[in-house]
């Protein structure tokens, strides 16, 4: 075994025991834990939450869209016609 073959091996096993790591972390056992009625609701609110700050994003997104091509094509337009 030539040393570049042994330092890329080694880079592969790093690689592959690291993400073994990262899933055994983020994938945990059964918690077997109780949900009552306000583990619902406050599932609710993060979802609502959501839908309305991306609906916002966007309403600010669309903003500047519309600021742009006012300001630079419509503008262009109406230099070009003097």
Known sequence: MDAECFMFCRKDV???????????LVIPPNAHAYLDLGTGSY??????????????????????VKSFVKVRILGWFKRDSR
């Not at 790093?14 to 055994?24: D, E, K």
């Open 43 to 64: 599932i609710l609110q993060l979802a609502a939450a959501a839908v309305l700050g991306a609906l916002f994003a966007l309403k600010l997104f669309w903003a500047n």
């Open 14 to 24: 790093a690689f592959v025991l690291s993400v073994f790591a990262a899933v055994s």
